[in-house]
């Protein structure tokens, strides 16, 4: 049946379908299993309520975020909006750094590690010690009485239409509750619908953890939540907050309480619209008005009520997540519920999970990083403590980079935007703790940042003493220039990458033993290198992000026609980086002295040292054999089951050895219950995003690599997908990819070029030189190839 704008439309008002945009809609009639057997491959769904957090299902704008229970008597939506974090503007660089310095890098190239540990913990370290927290901003409330006896209970998340949804049956009424963000709108909206004898009733309330909250009516179908946020390790809170909340109904009345909550009785449906915000303008600036913001945003968007509102939300979030189409297979486990079907992962291999898998990661990343928002945290847009793992921060030695690495592969590239306009807020606060810690010009981070934009060494001298934060973070700049061709992003970007390589310039150290430019101090992150502790000179990590950082930036400069001088200097300095190393073990060294046999954790999350090999393209079984082997022995003796983002990255680089069927492994492992929660949401455990981000890249490595101007197909395909597609990948270079394979050999290739040139395609040993015209697709079969 094909379904126009207006039933479409109607089907929302009355609680009954889900959404399209330019495709016929899917109604949602029939059980979850069967619509999974007609054909919808992005379903999330399940029998039961969610009784924890990770059971619930997100929904995000790239501003405001819900976590949605599916509760029956009692429904919560735990809120989040993405500037709202602990304290406020500060400059944590501690006074004594700079004199303290020359003498940590003395005992360093002495070897006296636990004393410079001691000094860089006493004097380096910033003040405070830890940076500020993202935290949750309220809780929704639904307390439905006297609803009596559920049956025929089902819940889901459609990441195709990004509709979550719950039905059941309560006595003879039908009950649906449709929950949506629309970035449009900017609110989260909430459809409660009842058919059948009897009318919808439901008492409303907002709740929060933070300081100062109070809980109003507005009139009387509105409520107001104001507060303000906490204080943390000294740092005062600087924010205000507002959560506001509207509700219309079909029949029946609104009554506020005493209390400060809403009753809805007797209505036959109700549509309730939620904004939220803070007082944050920017790092620096706390003066904004969020009763005014939301004020605004609730008046704008009430008037064109849940239908409208979810259609627009819906097709805006399916221009970007329509892009790409995935299918690498199917399997009897289909037809189970979500949480099931994980729980069965182990027991055999079902590719219509890892496919599913793929494409919530797609939906992860559009919901929780958009242009205007905040840039995807440790935990996405959704955290529902005031004291989350790890501040639910950024944590930019690993895991904000691998939040973004299947942005640009997977046709994303718009929601690389917060994390660029993070990187120039980070170049001016690091320019301050690069002058005032280093004495040097340019800017740095070390480990680890927060909404304020702190850049100094936090934690303690294991953890934070690596300056190299920023500086990886520089190349995903030049990752989206690559991707985009875009010349006018360049030249905007140039500076920031500029100044990274400036800072560095000025600090890189001499080597007394080898001669060899290294970081001093610096350590390998988090890892202990059995010799008094983890910091030491030159760790394997820095050279290779350094050799992109010069290479990238020297490129970039080329490009934009300037800076010939610096360009010199850069080239200069990074030949004399210290060179990669294979130890007597076989592997890649970690260090530059051959440590990594002491090191007291042998399986360590970390694998830092193989950054040249993923993300960089600094070392591959072709150009580097020798190095390739290493890193693969390093590998061998890392194992292949660590916490989840780490899982994440050893797929990765299993791919890029060209080692399908053991990077396959690693992601049936990911995939299971040790490592996926019920709600899909990656396992550290804790819940940490960046391994469902970081497992999606790996995919897409099995399936296509992209260097320079050489496209791989098929690089690392495993027997688990014998047939399958990709359709919508992008390749560097400003390329579309369609690929599709039939018996583990490639079917059918199209590029989608977008500037004209030389490309050379692989596929195996096989190769064809190709010379692309910009908006000319191009199909090649398997024997196109020589």
């Not at 945003?297 to 939300?313: E, K, S, T, V």
């Not at 793929?358 to 005031?386: E, K, M």
């Not at 490309?759 to 040993?765: D, E, N, S, T």
Request: with cysteine.
């Amino acid at each position: 049946m094909n379904l126009t704008r207006r039933d479409t439309m109607a089907g929302l008002a009355a609680g009954g379908a889900t959404l399209a945009m330019n495709v016929p809609a899917r109604a949602a009639t029939g059980t979850p299993a069967a619509r999974q057997a007609s054909g919808n491959r992005h379903l999330l769904w399940y029998r039961q309520p969610a009784k924890v957090w990770t059971e619930a299902l997100p929904i995000g704008n790239g501003i405001c975020g819900a976590m949605v229970f599916g509760g029956t008597a009692q429904e919560r939506l735990q809120l989040n909006e993405g500037t709202l974090w602990a304290g406020g503007p500060c400059d944590p660089v501690n006074p004594r750094a700079r004199d303290a310095i020359p003498k940590v890098r003395e005992l360093v190239f002495a070897g006296r590690i636990a004393e410079a540990e001691a000094i860089i913990n006493e004097a380096i370290i910033a003040h405070p010690r830890d940076q500020m927290p993202y935290q949750p901003l309220a809780d929704l409330l639904l307390d439905f009485p006297g609803l009596g006896t559920v049956s025929e209970y089902h819940r889901e998340l459609d990441i195709d239409t990004a509709m979550a949804t719950t039905r059941f049956t309560a006595g003879r009424a039908s009950h649906v509750r449709q929950v949506i963000a629309s970035q449009g709108d900017r609110v989260i909206a909430l459809k409660l619908s009842v058919t059948g004898p009897g009318g919808l009733d439901v008492d409303l309330a907002l709740t929060s953890l933070q300081q100062g909250v109070v809980t109003r009516a507005q009139g009387s179908t509105g409520l107001l939540l104001t507060g303000h946020n906490g204080a943390v390790e000294g740092v005062a809170g600087a924010l205000r907050i507002a959560a506001r909340l509207s509700v219309t109904t079909q029949g029946g009345h609104v009554t506020p309480t005493a209390q400060g909550k809403l009753q809805i009785r007797g209505a036959r449906s109700a549509t309730i619209l939620i904004s939220m915000a803070t007082s944050y303008r920017n790092f620096a600036d706390v003066s904004g008005d969020p009763l005014a913001v939301t004020a605004g945003i609730i008046a704008r968007a009430a008037p064109r009520g849940f239908a409208r509102i979810a259609w627009d939300a819906s097709a805006r979030h399916q221009r970007l997540f329509r892009r790409m189409d995935v299918d690498l297979g199917t399997s009897a486990n289909a037809q189970l519920p979500t949480d099931e079907r994980i729980k069965a992962a182990p027991a055999g291999n079902d590719p219509g999970l890892a496919a599913l898998y793929f494409q919530y990661a797609r939906y992860l990343l559009i919901s929780c990083s958009q242009p205007g928002g905040q840039a995807a945290t440790l935990q996405g847009l959704w955290n529902d403590s005031v004291d989350p793992p790890w501040g639910s921060k950024y944590t930019i030695n690993i895991n904000t980079e691998m939040n973004y690495w299947p942005a640009h592969s997977t046709n994303l590239a718009e929601c690389v935007a917060p994390l660029v306009q993070m990187l120039r807020e980070m170049a001016i606060t690091g320019a301050r703790t690069a002058r005032e810690m280093y004495g040097a010009r340019g800017w740095v981070c070390h480990h680890n940042t927060d909404l304020w934009r702190e850049t100094a060494p936090i934690d303690g001298a294991s953890w934070g003493m690596w300056p190299t934060g920023g500086a990886w973070l520089c190349t995903h700049l030049w990752e989206h220039y690559d991707y985009t061709r875009n010349m006018a992003f360049l030249r905007s970007v140039y500076p920031v990458m500029a100044g990274s390589a400036r800072f560095f310039l000025d600090t890189l150290q001499t080597d007394p033993n080898t001669g060899a430019l290294v970081t001093n101090p610096s350590l390998s992150p988090e890892n202990q290198h059995g010799h008094g502790g983890a910091v030491c000179a030159g760790p394997t990590m820095d050279m290779a992000i350094l050799r992109d950082l010069f290479d990238q930036t020297s490129a970039a400069a080329r490009l934009l026609g300037q800076d010939a001088g610096f360009v010199a200097e850069m080239q200069a300095a990074r030949q004399r980086l210290a060179p990669y190393k294979i130890g007597h073990l076989g592997q890649l060294q970690e260090w530059q002295q051959d440590w990594d046999a002491d090191a007291p954790e042998q399986q360590h999350r970390h694998v830092s040292h193989l950054y040249g090999l993923y993300p960089s393209h600094q070392i591959s079984p072709d150009a580097t054999p020798d190095l390739a082997a290493a890193a693969r022995r390093t590998l061998e003796i890392r194992g292949d089951k660590a916490t989840g983002w780490a899982t994440a990255w050893r797929i990765n680089l299993w791919a890029r050895l060209r080692q399908g069927d053991h990077a396959h492994s690693i992601l049936h492992f990911l995939l299971g219950p040790e490592r996926t929660y019920p709600n899909m949401f990656d396992a550290h455990p804790p819940f940490q995003i960046d391994g469902n981000f970081g497992g999606t890249a790996g995919m897409v490595e099995m399936v296509l690599h992209s260097h320079d101007d050489v496209i791989e197909l098929l690089p690392a395909l495993p027997a688990a997908w014998p047939d399958g597609h990709m359709t919508g990948l992008r390749a560097r270079g400003a390329c579309g990819v369609d690929i599709a394979w039939r018996g583990g050999h490639l079917a059918s290739v199209t590029l989608h070029p977008e500037m004209t040139g030389d490309r050379m395609l692989r596929w195996g040993a096989r190769s064809r030189q190709l010379r692309l015209r910009a908006g000319v697709p191009v199909t090649l079969g398997g024997g196109d190839f020589a």
